[in-house]
């Protein structure tokens, strides 16, 4: 190969490698288990010929570049995809400390399955509402709730596989449809 196409192919195999290393990780997350081993022979393959073609090339210093170059792109695009795929759910927590407003209350207004709880924190009582949502949903959730109660303390933690309770028939049906259309 000449010196500028085997740079240039190495580089496209560490977009590629670092690509479905970041969609296995996904798969693994969210228990598809099979898609992810099948990902991760197919990500092994790349890294193998593309590492192959570094080593066999350590005259060409331009192909250990195109690799390097190649992974800190993958990273950014990888990372880009991700957050455009937005799967998996959120546990969203709000802890609220004014009383005026009830945050749970009007989150259910507008359709949001939340669970009140009271709590006590430094200067007295608060509301601490809980719900889980889409990750795909995850802002807009978010701006809701600033909207409702500018103050409140919001935290958010990944959601592994839910089950159960009033989301059990959304999660079930979700579980079931093809990678491509689920939230």
């Known amino acids: 190969m000449t010196d500028l196409v085997l740079p240039l192919v190495v580089f496209i195999a560490g977009v ?35 590492i192959g073609a570094v080593v066999t090339n350590l005259d060409n210093w331009m192909t250990a570049a195109g690799y390097i170059l190649g992974w800190g792109v993958g990273t950014f695009l990888a990372m880009w995809v991700e957050d455009r795929i937005a799967h998996g759910y959120r546990l969203v927590q709000i802890i609220n400390r004014d009383p005026a407003i009830s ?9 949001v399955r939340v669970t009140r709880m ?23 959730l978010r701006r809701r709730i600033v909207e409702i109660a500018p103050e ?14 009033s989301f059990a028939s959304e999660f079930t049906i979700s579980r079931r449809l093809p990678l491509w259309n689920r939230r």
């Open 16 to 50: 590629a490698d670092v690509s479905f290393g970041t969609g296995r990780m996904m798969m693994v997350t969210t228990g598809l288990r099979w898609q992810a081993a099948i990902l991760a022979m197919v990500q092994i393959a790349v890294f193998v010929g593309a």
């Open 103 to 111: 945050v749970s209350d009007r989150l259910r207004e507008t359709g």
């Open 118 to 140: 009271e709590g006590y924190g430094l200067n007295g009582p608060v509301e601490v509402a809980i719900t889980v949502t889409a990750r795909r949903s995850l802002e807009q």
């Open 152 to 165: 409140a303390f919001i935290t958010v933690e990944r959601a592994e596989r839910p089950q159960g309770g």
